[in-house]
T-cell receptor
Framework: KQEVTQIPAALSVPEGENLVLNCSFT??????LQWFRQDPGKGLTSLLL?????REQTSGRLNASLDKSSGRSTLYIAASQPGDSATYLC???????????FGRGTSLIVHP | GAGVSQSPSNKVTEKGKDVELRCDPI?????LYWYRQSLGQGLEFLIY????????KSGLPSDRFSAERTGGSVSTLTIQRTQQEDSAVYLC????????????FGPGTRLTVL
């Protein structure tokens, strides 16, 4: 069964810092990986989907990479802003299934 | 609609009552997922529908939980004889193989069992 681990569990930084959030997974099979953000009391918002054939995806200040050989994905947030404060989750299906396994998330606070 | 919608947004019920939660997926999405998120916990998979295939019910925590999807679109999650431990946010998501199975979530239903 796929296991997805996110490090760190929580992060508090001043505005303007560049951040790296880590996601590791145990099943190196060829599947997509998706990053989400969740604001308190809200559903999940899709940020980036990295297809199995891709190594990275970019959207604005966000860049996500995927390294299947090492079982890792990294979400890079450039020039962080208070509005980036949220919980960030990664998810990836396990073998033979379209059902994703979610990490527990990284809770991010960006101070003004 | 443009996104996944869920209703009601909040539901307060008494222990022992039945509840129904509704999910309207994105039009054309063949896959629909239900998850549960308890306070301070991660996402717990409940059930998965894909087209006309038999649903994957492997995540349902007990036989008090059931779900159906009518006409390959709207889904209803039913919880019978609710217990206090059923209190959580119930999230629905949909996806399509045509778009790399990227999941899109609804806003959730917050269920409180008194």
């Amino acid at each position: 069964k796929q296991e997805v681990t996110q490090i760190p569990a929580a992060l508090s930084v001043p505005e303007g810092e560049n951040l790296v959030l880590n996601c590791s997974f145990t099943d190196s099979a060829i599947y997509n990986l998706q990053w989400f953000r969740q604001d308190p009391g809200k559903g999940l918002t899709s940020l980036l989907l990295i297809q199995s054939s891709q190594r990275e995806q970019t959207s604005g200040r966000l860049n996500a990479s995927l390294d299947k050989s090492s079982g890792r994905s990294t979400l890079y947030i450039a020039a962080s802003q208070p509005g980036d404060s949220a919980t960030y989750l990664c998810a990836r299906p396990s073998g033979g299934s379209y059902i994703p396994t979610f990490g527990r998330g990284t809770s991010l606070i960006v101070h003004p | 609609g443009a996104g996944v919608s869920q209703s009601p947004s909040n539901k307060v019920t008494e222990k022992g009552k039945d509840v129904e939660l509704r999910c309207d997926p994105i039009s054309g999405h063949t896959a629909l997922y239900w998850y549960r998120q308890s306070l301070g916990q991660g996402l717990e998979f409940l059930i998965y529908f894909q087209g006309n295939s038999a649903p994957d019910k492997s995540g349902l925590p007990s036989d008090r939980f059931s779900a159906e999807r009518t006409g390959g679109s709207v889904s209803t999650l039913t919880i019978q004889r609710t217990q206090q431990e059923d209190s959580a946010v119930y999230l629905c998501a949909s996806s399509s193989p045509r778009f790399y199975n990227e999941q899109f979530f609804g806003p959730g239903t917050r269920l409180t069992v008194l």
